[in-house]
């Protein structure tokens, strides 16, 4: 059997795939003829090219893929007649072929509109690589680039000429706004919104009437009579089908262009298949990759005569791409008619997000929808449209998500039906993952490598994470957060045993819930439950082993081994004569000094064995802990406040200082920030706290769970216009809650995220008592506050803990001699490290 | 110098024993830093089964001198040892990286406990 393809991009290059996977091994002989000089590449992700991709990288395959695949292919060689009657083909170069199948893949040219001037230099195309090369040698002389087209293809080419360095770039659309077969109007005027910030201009409703200039283009000229002046323009208004050569063997084509092909893909000429852009099947061009792929899997199953024969019968145009980093996606009917259907819109002009969705008139089904600027629930919806599966009770939940109230958002992943395709990438349904769960896949890692789902695009994982635990729980496994192999219990499990059963050490804790002899991730987690409970002395009873090293030594280790220490500053004030004892203290033991981000002083560069003695002074002087080593309060910071500050409303340095002396050594699952601001300027930040307080003119504001770090996150408002008591309670029972239910080295924030209810909830708990625990909570705080105990004072003061502080255990007071530290600015740095 | 206070012969090479440390001086479920010489040993004790065991005490990872001072535990019963820096594990019985392949592995030391004494071994060119 021979086969000859005509064409060799990307729906080609899937053929040759998936014919030889099909095919035993030399059972055919293929032939691929190209127009373009380089074989098969990605000519979706054409515009990375600009931003810094290289041909080569593009490339589908290298062309020694062919040779391994005995695939004969013929580069810069265009196919110019078919024979039919002989069934052989001719190329430019002379070269004729004869053919059993012939495959023409000859996908689209760039549709340029018959506009005077368009021949002008400073004038070009956006399909090819070569197109690409001339753009950007032309490119650095060009002030301003003008796009006409404001589709996806005219979006994509705006993008490059940014990438090419053109900050002043135009997008010319003919219809009154971007992206008018995929989006409606309101998602275009958010998707216009979005790229204006992004620099470009954008401008609809232009009819471009001619390209003005000499030999070199000068700018445009409308049928409004505006001009619009501009050195290079790139013409993406659509595509052409190429079917000339189809046309001129006698091939059916369409009135405005396009090979008429069948369901098998099939021409007029049964032995000659047409696929990719240049088929025509009902009525339509495809041009999207997914539907070639589809359509090179039926011609290739049919040529290997499957035994299940395969038929196209149209695809589902849904997409979602990334458009100079703005989402943009459309599935199923994006525009079905007010009679039939009823749409819920959410729409955000802050953020730039747009979604709509189309459900049946009983609220029932989905249709189909647009997303703008958001677009990670579009698997899940796209899925729900196809399989017509039932919506919840209140539908704008699928767009929205669960918000706190008692209803569940819908059924999700675990309601599709079984063939659902949960990865597109690699075509896996949720029967097959499902079944890889229930064959004792039960990790992620165990599914991807089984199923290969999620091992592309990873969009999918989510979707594929929830399938596991649900199937998991569908076969009536309990599925929990264990900690680790010694424990089989969630942090929260352990906490209530610790409690009910009075644990006070670690190693009590192994002989009662655990085996084995713990590690370094439980040993941390219960020692940081048992301080959060207890608050007795870390280092004693064993469990200094199990602190996290920085616990153990109460200090930072720092680069070299050696630590940086914290004396507490509440609320950021300190006396002159208080300034002067930490400066004495650096000098004496040789630290570098830094003022930290929480309004304290950081002494750096201390060796382990001077700790005690660095401690010994400045407990001496007034000074105790920072707890900056631990996974506790750390500091509130505030801003000057009423006493000073002529805007101020309320003294936040006294409440400052008051919040933190009162919560000081409290451990938690994850450090705690919070601050206090004065009034609404809110210097202090307090709104990037784990808990901030705010002075109004009535009160305080609480806020809570918030972050800086690398994701910063606002905080929420917990409750308005406090009077200072009721605020403490507040922050009692909130932080107590969190302490009792976070999952380890959680922040508050990122538990308040994954709250089932989130704000609304904590709010019931914190504020309206709805559990009844907030007497309990405040008790359990109270006595945390009055147990508090300088960790550093107890060391000083005992012989047997300040022997711990030794570097060698065979050399108590010689330090460690490989610490190395250079100068900078006049104080010391540690050695930088290999 | 440190006081080497037996030999015992194996096939190759001979073991120099040396006196580290009292077991009262090491936290039981954790480690210390033995000095021998101008080399740093990291000595652990495994009270939980009365075992223990000594390696390098310089983390390969960044060089730090820092693994007496990680916190011990077993991995499906293997024990092992997590630098504070970076939380890279090590294998105690046979120093290999259990976290990364590319990392390089401990060097380890035989260990003796008589009389409430610790000694560690070091092996001598036969």
Known sequence: MKIVIIGNGMVSYKFCEKIIAKLPARAAEIVVFGEEPRPAYDRVHLSEFFAGKTADDLLMAPADWYVANDITLHLGDPVQQIDRNTKTVHSYKGITEAYDYLVIATGSSAFVPPIPGVDKKGVFIYRTIEDLELMRDYAPKVKRGVVIGGGLLGLEAAKALLDLGISDTHVIEFAPRLMPRQIDESGSRILEQQLKQLGLQIHTNKNTSEVTGGDTMTGLQFADESILEADMLVISAGIKPRDELAKLSGLETGHRGGIVVNEKLQTTDPEIFAIGECALYNGMIYGLVAPGYEMAEVVASHIASEAQEKAFTGFDMSTKLKLIGIDVASFGDPFAPAETSRSIVFEDTMKGVYKRISITNDGKHLLGGILIGDADAYNMLLQTAKNKVILPPNPEDVLLGSRGGSQDAGPGVLGLPDDAIICSCESVSKGSICAAVEAGNETLDAVKKCTKAGTCCGGCTPMVKD????????????IRNVICEHFSYSRQELYDLIRIKNVRSFDDALDHYGHGDGCEICKPVIASIMASLWNDMILDKGNDVVQDSNDRFLANIQKGGTYSVVPRIPGGEITPARLLVIAQVALKYNLYT??????????FGAHLDDLPNIWEELIDAGFESGHAYGKALRTVKSCVGSTWCRFGLHDSVSFAIQIEERYRGLRAPHKIKSA????????????????????????WNLYVGGNGGSKPQHAILLAADLDSETCIRYIDRFLMFYIKTADPLTRTATWLNKLDGGITYLRNVVVNDSLGIAAELETEMQSLVDKYKCEWKEVVESPELRKRFSHFVNAPGTKDPTVKFDTLREQKKAAEWK | MSAIISTSTNTTTNIAWFFACNVIDVPPNGGVCVKYDDVQIALFRFARRDAWYATQNMCPHRQQMALSRGMTGTHNGEPKVACPFHKKTFSLEDGRCLSDDQECSLTTYPVRVENEKVYIGIMQEA
């Open chain 1, 594 to 603: 830094k003022i930290t981000g929480g309004q304290r002083i950081d002494l």
């Open chain 1, 676 to 699: 206090v601001s004065g009034c609404i300027r809110e210097c202090a930040e307090a709104q990037s706290k784990d808990f901030g307080i705010i002075a109004t003119e009535k009160g």
């Open chain 1, 467 to 478: 399938l596991i635990t649900g199937t998991m729980k569908a076969q009536g496994k309990y």
